[in-house]
């Protein structure tokens, strides 16, 4: 049986505790992982902290031969470490090898060429002159979420790391293993020890000592509105990011190009076997097209391959965790209590054969004439099920929109171009794709309003947490 180590300072640092991570596909045990605590956290943290003034100190093109190095290498082992993202996170491999991963090697030469384009503002007046310096903050806790773990993971450390900071990771406890490579590719690379730390364990265990700690200086979290809430309130003053959870809208107007727009409605709710915090869970559609959209909806959904996520062909693998599976199954039934139509789907077992039977299997579902005021339409159920709403007019469609307590991302839908700025300009979401499904550009600013969290990372929008303003006047 594999056991991932901690790493701490450049060395595998194993605790007396383990647990298990598992194969979601199968439950299979596929290694033993160290439960990290207080005093994992505290040694972590103590390392970062040496770390820190050597290589802020270095130069950012040094810096970014480091960066570059380690893309290198990721993209190098893309079939590897996509194998096991895949088996210990469940994401289909055709995601996490043609994308997932090789993007997050991407995130590592985009951030290596940003960091030697730092630079600052001047302020002149007659008498004196302003100018502002970007610090690296210092040691920052990067704590990641379980679906796309590797990607979330370099989305935080590369920008970090690329502005002089040092780190401490804490990934998901469901979901380690992809990282704890990304540990050993930095050594490879030539990172410093010391200047990325991975400590591994449960949020409660791990992750809230290392929120607390005093020299931890920014915080840039991705997972959910409750646990972002609680870091918000043990961690005391702190920079933060906090990506949190969504429930987007996905607004079809009459005009729009239809079979585009159904292929992007059909992706961004079941890609990732639906746990994206991006999702278009709420599909909207304006009244005239309704009934024809949701026949098309409902007959692609059931045509989805569901099954072993290792399989180039499978497009829905299994939910992360017996938990979750239960989770998303409870909001099937709700969903059916609360008077929604379910159109395809439903929360029984798929019927799997071998040791799929095993795995946290969901049928992709469907529902339609849901209310916007139902529990599925307002909470993130973070799966494969899809909650269709009619809609009237623009006005509507705005209205149904932002009513939500989330606020990530939104998609829109039309070929009247007025319309869509319009519509656009009046959803209160962090990002709006028009007539385009969720696409990454690394400089644009991505995170979200309202309940869907605080603050941007990306491009330069990363400055906010892991770099300080400093502002020098000077009397002429
Ligand atoms: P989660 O909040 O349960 O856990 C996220 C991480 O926080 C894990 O590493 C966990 O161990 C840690 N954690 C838990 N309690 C903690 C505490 N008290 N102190 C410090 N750390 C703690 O989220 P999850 O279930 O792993 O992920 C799913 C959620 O993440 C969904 O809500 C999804 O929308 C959200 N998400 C958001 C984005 C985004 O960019 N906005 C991206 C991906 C996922």
Known sequence: MPHISHLINGRSVASE???????????????????????????????????????????????ARLLRRLGELIAQHVPEIAATET???????????????????????????????VDGHTYPTPSHLNYTLFHPVGVCALISPWNVPFMTATWKVAPCLAFGNTAVLKMSE??????????????????????????????????????????????????STLTGQRIVQAAGLKKFSMELGGKSPFVIFEDADFERALD???????????????????????????????????????ALALGDPLDEKTIIGPMISAAHLAKVRHYIELGQQE??????GGSEAPELGGALARGNFVKPTVFADVDNRMAIAQEEIFGPVACL??????????????????????????????????????????????????????????????????????GSWSYEVFLEPKNICVSL
């Open 17 to 63: 505790r383990t647990f298990e991570t598992l194969n979601p596909a199968t439950q299979e045990v596929l290694a033993e992982v160290a439960r990290g605590g207080e005093a994992e956290v505290q040694a972590a943290v103590a390392a970062a902290k040496a770390a820190f003034p050597a290589w802020a100190g270095l130069a950012p093109s040094e810096r």
């Open 87 to 117: 088996r210990d996170a469940g994401q289909v491999i055709s995601q996490t090898a043609k994308q997932l991963i090789p993007r997050a090697a991407d995130n590592f030469h985009f951030f290596a060429e940003m960091c030697s384009r």
């Open 174 to 223: 469901l979901s380690p293993l992809s990282a704890a490579r990304l540990g050993e590719l930095a050594l490879e690379a030539g990172i410093p020890p010391g200047v990325l730390n991975i400590v591994h364990g449960y949020g409660q265990e791990a992750g809230e000592p290392l929120v607390r700690h005093p020299d931890v200086r920014a915080i840039s979290f991705t997972g």
């Open 264 to 302: 992007a409605a059909i992706f961004m709710i079941f890609s990732n076997n639906g746990e994206r915090c991006t999702a278009g869970s709420r599909i909207l559609v304006q009244q005239s097209l309704y009934a024809r959209f949701v026949e098309r909806f409902a007959e692609r959904a059931q």
């Open 339 to 344: 008077g929604a139509r379910l159109v395809c």
């Open 389 to 458: 709403i009619p809609f009237r007019d623009e006005a509507h469609a705005v209205a149904l929109s932002n009513d939500t307590a989330y606020g990530l991302s939104s998609y829109v839908w039309t070929e009247n171009i007025g319309r869509a700025h319009r519509v656009a300009a009046q959803i209160e979401a962090g990002m709006c794709f028009v007539n385009s499904q969720n696409v990454r550009d690394l400089r644009q600013p991505f995170g979200g309003t309202k309940a869907s969290g605080t603050g941007r990372e990306g």
